[in-house]
């Protein structure tokens, strides 16, 4: 039969080990926050091109919401192919990934909510976070880059978006030059 000094000291035991867990002490998180003190910040820069296709038999931009004429309240789930280059041709290196709406009533102007995925070379498997306005009829367009995962771990920056080419049924090809600070 245990004493009640063993009871007592298997609690205390216990009681510890809960503490060091809420603690983070003794977690993967808590072990990484420390080497990323001893980390320097990265500045990266990125240049890719973006292909937003809504025609054809292969789309890669769908509407999922909004009124059926088209317009204000358009929302748009994607999974676009991010080039080297502006032909659709070039070798992808990425896909942008999420949704995008029509936003604006007066000056015409999306709601950008993607990541930007990437799959090939040094960022193969990390991930840049978008989220902001792009004023689609401005010659050049600056939006947030807001996160990020893998080498882009907290990830912040602004992306410059200039459209290269588009057509009447709306697809388009946009050239992205992207900076971002991480660790």
Partial sequence: MAS????????ILLLS???????????DWYSETKVLEKMEEKVTHLHFYFH???????P????IAGPKTGGFGDTMMADDPLTEGPE????IIGRAQGMYGVS???????????????IE?????STLSVL????????????????GSGLFRFARGYALAKTVWFNSLGDAVVEYNVTVIHY
């Fill in 132 to 147: 902001g306005r792009n004023q689609i009829f401005h010659p050049v367009r600056e939006m947030p880059i807001v996160g």
């Fill in 60 to 63: 890669t931009a769908t509407q």
């Fill in 17 to 27: 080990a809960c503490f060091s867990l809420i603690n983070g002490e003794n977690s």
């Fill in 4 to 11: 009640a000094f063993t009871y007592f000291f298997n609690f």
């Fill in 88 to 91: 659709a041709t070039s070798k």
């Fill in 121 to 125: 070379g040094k960022y193969n498997g």
């Fill in 52 to 58: 937003d296709t809504i025609s054809g038999d292969k």
């Fill in 104 to 118: 604006g009533q007066q000056e015409p102007g999306l709601l950008m909510v993607l990541s930007y995925c990437f």
